[in-house]
Structure formats: structure tokens, C-alpha cells
């Protein structure tokens, strides 16, 4: 979300105002106590289909596979 020049909410925007059938998903380090509640309405308002804790890439991965099709219960491979 901190990004240098535009912020991650702007980007998504931007994005998606380029490129309206984008699927946007924002990975955040937040703390779910303190800011979690806020980025997510405000993902929800730039069009973001998810907002995701960086430290949980397990659903990122499900999501993401759901997402193109496949299987959500792969195991990773060794080139994971």
C-alpha cells in the first residue's frame, strides 16, 4: 500500500480505471487490529477484488488458482 509516488489505493484505481476487466488484488503488512478494517472498504471503493495480509500467501495462492481455473488443493512443486 505505501508505495513511492502513488499509494497502492491510487494505483488500483488507476488501473482499473485503464483497464476496467483488471482483477486487482492488494497485498498489505498491516496489522488486522489497526488498519485492516479501513484498507478494506477503501480496496473495496478502488475496485480490488481482495486485500490480503502479506504473511498469509497460502490463500493468495488459493485465491489465485481459483481464480485461473485450477485445482486449489495442488501441492507445491519443487520449483515453487
Avoid: W
Avoid at 5 to 22: D, H, I, M, V
Avoid at 42 to 62: D, Q
Amino acid at each position: 500500500i505505501n508505495l513511492p509516488g502513488l499509494n497502492g489505493f491510487q494505483t488500483t484505481q488507476a488501473l482499473r480505471a485503464e483497464y476496467p476487466s483488471a482483477r486487482v488484488i492488494i497485498l498489505t503488512s498491516c496489522n488486522e487490529d489497526h488498519c485492516a478494517p479501513a484498507y478494506r472498504q477503501l480496496s473495496r471503493e478502488v475496485g480490488a477484488v481482495a486485500l490480503l495480509n502479506k504473511s498469509n500467501l497460502m490463500a493468495l495462492r488459493i485465491m489465485l488458482t481459483r481464480e485461473m481455473g485450477g485445482p486449489s488443493h495442488q501441492k507445491p512443486s519443487a520449483a515453487d
